[in-house]
């Protein structure tokens, strides 16, 4: 047990320090961003994909339901944060939208083992 323990802390660890980034990398001007992708909308669903997936490893005992909240609400508040004037972002509906989309993505092999687990038990 104590390996699948300092795996969730480094889980754990890197989940927040992956939120940190991702926030920073939402809100400075988009000439400093670091680009991944040319298309915004597959920077999005990439870090949100790895952001869902490392929730889930970072706290294995909470429902997915909720890690899909949270996550979900995290990008509707860095939207809302772009929207700022100061900031010099532009809040984009479909922006949040291709977040929670990833979320799905990530989150639907889990659901598709959970149940397979919960029928062959």
């Known amino acids: 047990m104590p390996y699948s323990r ?49 929730a889930a490893a970072a706290y294995p005992r909470c429902k997915l339901l909720y890690i899909a909240i949270a996550l979900s609400g995290f990008g509707a508040f860095i939207e809302l944060v772009q929207a700022l004037p100061f900031v010099d972002r532009d809040c984009d509906f479909w922006d949040w939208f291709t977040d929670t989309l990833a979320i799905g993505a990530a989150l639907a092999p889990m659901l598709l083992v959970r149940f397979r687990d919960t029928a062959t038990a």
């Open 6 to 54: 300092a795996l969730q802390c480094l889980a754990l660890i890197v989940f927040w320090l992956a939120l940190i980034f991702a926030f920073y990398e939402a809100v400075i001007p988009p000439s400093h961003a670091i680009p991944l992708f040319p298309w915004d909308k597959a920077e999005h669903f990439t870090a949100f994909f790895a952001l869902t997936g490392l």
